[in-house]
């Protein structure tokens, strides 16, 4: 049973960056999935980060690409986020997803627990 | 366009049957999926495909899909099933993925 633990810090202050990783345990981050990051500002919907394939192939929303980097460590088994710039907009509940695909279909599954970044001074 | 829209709220009898829906251009080329996030909790994935249920999801959730619009079926809703119901999707080009806005569902 695959599981995901998202780790990092809490608090990041405006203008930095936020850095948070991925553990994956219970199945190889080699395998055909995309790897996802997700996230949750308090009270609100999903919103979709970008994604990345153990080739290193990625995908990322076009309202952060500018801002974002996800990254693969196929020897620790994770993955990453790296958010530049932040400011209180990016405080959210950040989720890392296992990216499943069909035909015509995409689904995450499963979910970290999810990490709640805060960005302030 | 790249977004799925959603009705924000939805409210149930309980043991009624309830639809909640998702509409967008990407539903065209591809289907749905839909995730449950009860308070506090990440999401879960409910349907995904043409009409599939992960292992242990009750098979009173159902999904469909017309045109540019998808939906989610429960039929006999309990007051477990009270909860924000999520859809997404690649979006039209495929290189991306789109959440709908989520629904929150009350069952009474």
């Known amino acids: 049973q695959v599981r995901l633990q998202e780790s990092g810090p809490g608090l990041v202050k405006p203008s930095g960056t936020l850095s948070l990783t991925c553990a994956v345990s219970g199945g190889s981050i080699s395998s055909s999935h995309w790897w996802t990051w997700v996230r949750q500002p308090p009270g609100k919907g999903l919103e979709w980060i970008g994604e990345i394939y153990h080739t290193g192939s990625t995908n990322y929303s076009p309202s952060l690409k500018s801002r974002v980097t996800i990254s693969v460590d196929k020897s620790n088994n994770q993955f990453s986020l790296r958010l530049n710039s932040v400011t209180a907009a990016d405080t959210a509940v950040y989720y890392c997803?296992?990216?499943?695909?069909?035909?015509?279909?995409?689904?995450?599954?499963?979910w970290g627990q999810g990490t709640l970044v805060t960005v302030s001074s | 366009s790249s977004e799925l829209t959603q009705d924000p709220a939805v409210s149930v009898a309980l043991g009624q049957t309830v639809r909640i829906t998702c509409q967008g251009d990407?539903?065209?080329?591809?289907?749905a999926s839909w995730s449950q996030q009860k308070p506090g909790q990440a999401p879960v994935v409910v349907i995904y495909?043409?009409?599939n249920r992960p292992s242990g999801i009750p098979d009173r959730f159902s999904g469909s899909s017309s045109g540019n619009t998808a939906s989610l079926t429960i039929t006999g809703a309990l007051a477990e099933d009270e909860a924000d119901y999520y859809c997404n999707s690649r979006d039209s080009s495929g290189d991306h993925v789109v959440f709908g806005g989520g629904t929150r569902l009350t069952v009474l």
């Open positions: 990407s539903l065209r080329t591809y289907y």
């Open positions: 495909g043409k009409n």
């Open positions: 997803a296992r990216g499943n695909h069909g035909d015509y279909t995409h689904w995450f599954d499963p």
